[in-house]
């Protein structure tokens, strides 16, 4: 009986973490070469980030050395 409790429990904390990150998380897909892919989980790793971390430093990084200039509406 103990050993069915846990299996339960175990679905039940499986669907809670589902429904967490369907309503707090985004996905973003990306079509690589293995090379690239290769390349980006190698970065990720040294540097000790994810992957997601590591995107989003990218970005920010780059936001910040290549400013947007205002368009014109």
Request: hydrophobic share 25%; aromatic share 6%.
């Amino acid at each position: 009986m103990a050993q069915r409790r846990t299996e339960e429990g175990k679905k039940k904390r499986r669907a809670y973490i589902k429904k967490y990150a369907k309503e707090n998380y985004r996905h973003i897909n990306l079509t690589l070469r293995p090379d690239e892919k290769d390349n980006i989980v190698s970065t990720a790793e040294s540097y000790d980030l994810s992957i997601s971390r590591l995107c989003i430093s990218a970005v920010e990084e780059y936001k910040e050395h290549h400013p947007q200039e205002e368009k014109d509406n």
